[in-house]
């Protein structure tokens, strides 16, 4: 009976074995986002790295809106320039028309002149000059014609002269309005570009400051619990918190294997206050608080821990199996 019933507790022991690998199991798939703590120091860190980001961002940042401001007063400059070639362009264009209607006059009455010359053969100016009565007569209306006509003739050159300078000086002034309006685009391209980059930093900062914010409430929910569970230990020295997926082991063959020695990686004997971890995450040695269970030292390894999964030792099977699967928090004690 005695043997029937060792052989009953043992199945039993192996379905209790089974339930705790399908709960760890299961907790671990479950929450993937939680495989790795959210320690003190680590989200000290973390800030740390943050908060120089920003500074780098801020930095930028005033970069580029003094960069903004200085094109701004290049604009200013710019467009006082194009106003001032406009008003100059605006002059020249009046003044070109104002002379175009006198050319064009003055042409119009010298071909009136020409044309009653030639309809007046007989009893014109022209006949005039070439039918005097006497030389002196004739020498005289000569003279008077050829001062008409050089006058006629130099108004046409003045006017012609005048137009073509300031048709040409309206061309170099044009050259200089496109100069400037190149000039205007490319500081409008790079105004534009400045201020999609200030856009952008903007957004990262207000992204940054939002995880700042975020991990400063992590901290100070961290510190929380820090302050209340010292305040139950006070003749402990807590530094730190670790949020973890704990287990129950204890020296037992079911639970460490029929070849386990019972003691520890670090030579402890393995029982109630040792606890298997992942080196990588806790320490070996590393003091420990966990609430409920006592101070406990990080002194084993196993293939299964990883991450911030660790084994909470026991003495007896049947505890380790009733404590089951759980995420706790737990303490790291200053040596």
């Given at each position: 009976m005695n043997i029937n019933r060792f052989l009953e507790n043992i199945?039993?022991?192996?379905?209790?074995?089974?339930?705790?690998?399908?709960s760890t199991?299961?907790?671990?798939?479950?929450?993937?986002?939680?495989?790795?703590?959210?320690?003190?120091?680590?989200l000290k860190g973390e800030k740390v790295k943050l908060t120089n980001e920003q500074n780098a961002i801020l930095y930028n940042l005033n970069n580029i809106r003094e960069e903004i401001d200085r094109t701004k007063h290049d604009l200013l400059s710019l467009e006082s320039k194009?106003?001032?070639?406009?008003?100059?362009?605006n002059n020249l264009e009046?003044?070109?028309?104002?002379?175009?209607?006198?050319?064009?006059?003055?042409?119009?009455?010298?071909?009136?002149?020409?044309?009653?010359?030639?309809?007046?053969?007989?009893?014109?100016?022209?006949?005039?000059?070439?039918?005097?009565?006497d030389?002196?007569?004739?020498?005289?209306?000569?003279?008077?014609?050829?001062?008409?006509m050089k006058q006629d003739s130099e108004a046409i050159n003045?006017?012609?002269?005048?137009?073509?300078?300031?048709?040409?000086?309206?061309?170099?002034?044009?050259?200089?309005?496109?100069?400037?309006?190149?000039?205007?685009?490319?500081?409008?391209?790079?105004?534009?570009?400045?201020?999609?980059?200030?856009a952008?930093?903007?957004?990262?900062l207000e992204e940054i400051k939002i995880q700042v914010a975020k991990l400063e409430n992590n901290l100070k929910e961290i510190e929380g619990r820090i302050k209340k569970i010292q305040s139950q230990y006070p003749n402990l020295n807590i530094v730190d918190e670790y949020r973890v997926l704990s287990t129950?082991?204890?020296?037992?063959?079911?639970?460490?294997?029929?070849?386990?020695?019972?003691?520890?990686?670090?030579?402890?004997?393995?029982?109630?206050?040792?606890?298997a971890v992942d080196p990588k995450f806790i320490p070996l040695r590393t003091k420990i608080l966990i609430p409920g269970y006592g101070v406990a030292i990080a002194g084993d390894t196993g293939k299964k821990i990883r991450n911030n999964h660790i084994d909470i030792g026991f003495d007896d099977h049947s505890d380790a199996l009733r404590y089951g699967v759980r995420f706790i928090y737990i303490y790291k004690i200053d040596k």
């Amino acid at each position: 009976m005695n043997i029937n019933r060792f052989l009953e507790n043992i199945k039993i022991f192996k379905y209790l074995i089974f339930i705790v690998f399908i709960s760890t199991f299961i907790a671990i798939t479950l929450n993937p986002h939680i495989i790795f703590a959210a320690d003190l120091e680590r989200l000290k860190g973390e800030k740390v790295k943050l908060t120089n980001e920003q500074n780098a961002i801020l930095y930028n940042l005033n970069n580029i809106r003094e960069e903004i401001d200085r094109t701004k007063h290049d604009l200013l400059s710019l467009e006082s320039k194009i106003n001032t070639l406009e008003n100059q362009i605006n002059n020249l264009e009046l003044n070109i028309k104002k002379i175009e209607i006198e050319l064009k006059n003055t042409i119009k009455i010298l071909n009136e002149k020409a044309i009653e010359l030639y309809k007046r053969k007989n009893n014109s100016f022209f006949q005039a000059v070439i039918s005097p009565k006497d030389i002196i007569t004739f020498f005289k209306n000569m003279n008077l014609f050829g001062y008409m006509m050089k006058q006629d003739s130099e108004a046409i050159n003045n006017y012609i002269e005048t137009k073509e300078e300031l048709i040409e000086t309206k061309l170099i002034l044009e050259e200089k309005h496109e100069e400037l309006n190149s000039y205007k685009d490319q500081y409008n391209s790079t105004h534009n570009s400045l201020l999609i980059k200030e856009a952008e930093y903007e957004k990262k900062l207000e992204e940054i400051k939002i995880q700042v914010a975020k991990l400063e409430n992590n901290l100070k929910e961290i510190e929380g619990r820090i302050k209340k569970i010292q305040s139950q230990y006070p003749n402990l020295n807590i530094v730190d918190e670790y949020r973890v997926l704990s287990t129950g082991y204890c020296p037992c063959p079911i639970c460490c294997g029929k070849y386990s020695s019972g003691y520890t990686a670090i030579g402890l004997k393995a029982g109630h206050g040792v606890i298997a971890v992942d080196p990588k995450f806790i320490p070996l040695r590393t003091k420990i608080l966990i609430p409920g269970y006592g101070v406990a030292i990080a002194g084993d390894t196993g293939k299964k821990i990883r991450n911030n999964h660790i084994d909470i030792g026991f003495d007896d099977h049947s505890d380790a199996l009733r404590y089951g699967v759980r995420f706790i928090y737990i303490y790291k004690i200053d040596k």
